[in-house]
């Protein structure tokens, strides 16, 4: 008979908490801290050291020896990524360095907007000069994939359904999506660097979580991850000053290549979230995530209608409802 999940939970509670008390740990003092869009969980304990953060990781879903092996390849480079204090691989159990409480999402104010984002595009930056040759490159297999959850899981929400014409025209998109990617430089990406993924650590600085996932593509991927980020709304204005930013870190002249590249990319990026999000609320009860279906949707429409080689995913739009039936 399988578990219900609650009760897988519990039981993974419980053996967290075993591990915790055998490293010398409290484990009566630990609290929920947050979840994200994996089935990691994340609790605070204290110590004598201050506090730590418990990290629950199921070793079936999540791949943790790549983490902690990309955690100290970016500490390496002087990246500021939560430190390892001790690790059970084989039960999916961590305990990190606690980061705090104030993702750069919260932080955002009108004063702050500028300083914060240029720390950003700079932490990008740094990370966009990395090596890449221990990475892969974000194989066309992937990207396909990915934006067939946009197909599977929004549309089908949608009950839009695609006619061969449209699949026709869907596959026309996918292969200049795929020639994007595959175009120019490419460069370490995280995959989410959204506003969520960056902390605002107590001396000011940014601090970078959830990298594990890291490839290598061209820098729009990220630059859309940032910029177009699903849950936060950057003005126009800022959005081209940290472009120019980035450009001129990076030592890049086309800008208007740079910005194609985080239209064309951003698009498959944000056909993939729309997906996401509904299947995160669909099968995981996290209906959190649906508040950013408007926006995310909103930023799809604008690059679609500005491409002709993207008419079919502006027509798929079109044909959805303003709010989703989930």
């Known amino acids: 008979m399988s578990s219900s999940p609650n009760t897988v939970d519990t039981d993974r509670l419980d053996a967290l908490a075993l591990w915790l008390q055998s490293i ?25 050291a201050g506090t730590h953060v418990a990290v629950d990781a199921p070793p079936d879903t999540e791949d943790n020896a790549t983490f902690l092996a990309v955690a100290s390849e970016l500490r390496a480079a002087g990246i ?9 691989l084989e039960g999916g159990f961590l305990l990190m360095e606690d980061f705090g409480d104030t993702p750069f999402e919260t932080a955002l104010t009108d004063e702050t907007l500028q300083l914060h984002y240029d720390q950003a595009i700079d932490l990008l930056a740094a990370l966009h000069h990395l090596p890449t040759h221990h990475r892969q490159r974000y194989a066309p297999e992937l990207i396909t994939r990915e934006l067939g959850i946009f197909i599977d899981h929004y549309l089908t929400d949608q009950g839009v359904t695609l006619s061969e014409s449209d699949r026709a025209a869907w596959n026309r998109y996918t292969q200049w999506t795929l020639a994007a990617f595959d175009a120019g430089e490419a460069v370490w990406t995280h995959r989410d660097f959204h506003c969520r993924n960056l902390m605002l650590l107590t001396d000011g600085s940014l601090g ?33 000053r940290a472009l120019d930013r980035y450009a001129s870190a990076m030592g ?9 590249s985080v239209d064309i990319l951003g698009l498959q990026r944000h056909l993939k979230c729309l997906g996401l999000f509904v299947r995160f609320a669909r099968e995981q009860g996290k209906r959190q995530y649906l508040a950013a279906l408007p926006r995310t949707a909103a930023y799809a429409r604008h690059v679609a209608s500005s491409y002709p080689e993207s008419d079919i995913v502006l027509s798929l739009l079109n044909r959805c409802q303003t709010e989703p039936p989930l």
Do not use: K
């Not at 890049?252 to 194609?260: E, F, P, S």
């Open 24 to 48: 010398g740990e409290n484990p009566a003092t630990l609290r929920p801290v947050s979840s994200d869009a994996s089935a990691r969980r994340y609790f605070r304990l204290d110590s004598l």
């Open 80 to 88: 500021r990524v939560p430190a390892q204090h001790a690790a059970q």
């Open 208 to 240: 970078l979580i959830d990298f594990q996932g890291a490839l290598y593509a061209p820098a729009g991927y990220d630059l859309a991850s940032l910029l177009r980020d699903c849950y936060v709304d950057l003005p126009p204005a800022a959005f081209t």
């Open 252 to 260: 890049i002249a086309d800008a208007g290549a740079l910005r194609q």
